[in-house]
Nanobody, 124 residues
């Protein structure tokens, strides 16, 4: 059984930074494509960033390009989302997701495992 546990969320002022972590247990995370999604109140869950399981490629939605960075640490079985220059519109619950197949889809149904989410609140 694969488990994903997110941490690192919190309250930050606009322009600040946070680093989210997603610890993968059960199997080595390098076997999975990993992604971060977010869901704001009243909105659908949306893809934010993804990491190909080879670790060679990363993907981002336009609104976070240049501000967010997804990365992985094989030794720690952990994937990160470094978020800089945060904006109030980044406020959401952030979820880590894993997929044991090639590709990094940008839709919820493309992922097999999900974490419980971590709240990120950006004040103006």
């Amino acid at each position: 059984q694969v488990q994903l546990v997110e941490s690192g969320g919190g309250l930050v002022q606009a322009g600040g930074s946070l680093r989210l972590s997603c610890a993968v247990s059960g199997r080595a995370f390098c076997r999975y494509a990993m992604a971060w999604f977010r869901q704001a109140p009243g909105k659908e869950r949306e893809f934010v960033a993804g990491l190909q399981r080879s670790g060679d490629s990363t993907y981002y939605i336009d609104s976070v390009k240049g501000r967010f960075t997804i990365s992985g640490d094989n030794a720690k079985n952990t994937v990160y989302l470094q978020m800089n220059s945060l904006k109030p519109e980044d406020t959401a619950v952030y979820y880590c997701a894993a997929r044991g197949d090639n590709g990094v889809p940008r839709y919820v149904a493309g992922y097999w495992y999900w974490g419980q989410g971590t709240q990120v609140t950006v004040s103006s």
